[in-house]
């Protein structure tokens, strides 16, 4: 099922015997793409103690694409920024912890949901600057928007997230130009509505774990 989000690709840059590496930081720039699945856990904001309540869970498959541009610091070392974008679709069916506060109709949110995420920081270590594997971490700030056609008197609102991944892969050798590989990722995100919009706002975590591919390039 998962097969056809699973495309991928990977890269790297100039190792530690090339010029670019010799000469300071080289620039790099790559395009990903990913797939797998994740748990969506929703809640909702206790009227009367005001703390977050679960409300409902999904499971859910994903499937993104990004675009990140750093530099190679040293053999071993890669910094940069990256933004994303990535859409989950509900599988199966609901688990639910709050009958009353899911069937009120005030509680709004979306079991399709499509996270951007406009900027995030990214560090990636490969320990052997002649081999392709590398581990890595991303932190990131994600957005995820109003519900498209909400139901009549709800006030639902976009969410504001905060998130991280660690990353496991392997890839061509950093002497490459133009690159390829593929990771395994598990990525984490928790945040939810702005407490500016609503007295009672709405929240989301989620986990999930995708594979990918990558591209990269070294002018």
Known sequence: MLAGLLLCTSAAAD????????????FVFELRTFGGVARHRLSNTDEST?????????????????ARAGFDLS??????????????WR??????????AFGDEYFQFDDTPRLW????????VHPWSDLGAFVGLNLGLGYLPP?????????????????YALELGYGSTRSSR??????????????????????????????????????????
């Open 117 to 124: 995420s406009p900027i995030a920081l990214f560090a990636e």
């Open 50 to 66: 005001y703390r977050a309540r679960e409300v409902v869970d999904f499971d859910a498959v994903a499937a993104g694409v990004a």
């Open 75 to 88: 053999a071993h070392v890669r910094m940069g920024a990256a933004l994303s974008v990535e859409q989950y």
């Open 178 to 219: 133009h690159g390829w590989g593929v990771f395994l990722r598990y990525s984490a995100w928790a945040g939810g509505e702005s407490p500016l919009h609503t007295d009672t706002p709405e929240g989301l975590t989620l986990g999930e774990w995708t594979l990918g591919g990558r591209w990269t390039f070294c002018p």
């Open 15 to 26: 190792d530690g015997n090339s010029p670019n590496a010799d000469e300071g930081s080289s």
């Open 147 to 163: 519900v498209a056609q909400p139901r009549p008197r709800t006030i639902d609102a976009g969410q504001y997230l905060a998130g």
């Open 91 to 100: 599988t199966g069916k609901f688990a639910v912890h709050d009958a009353e």
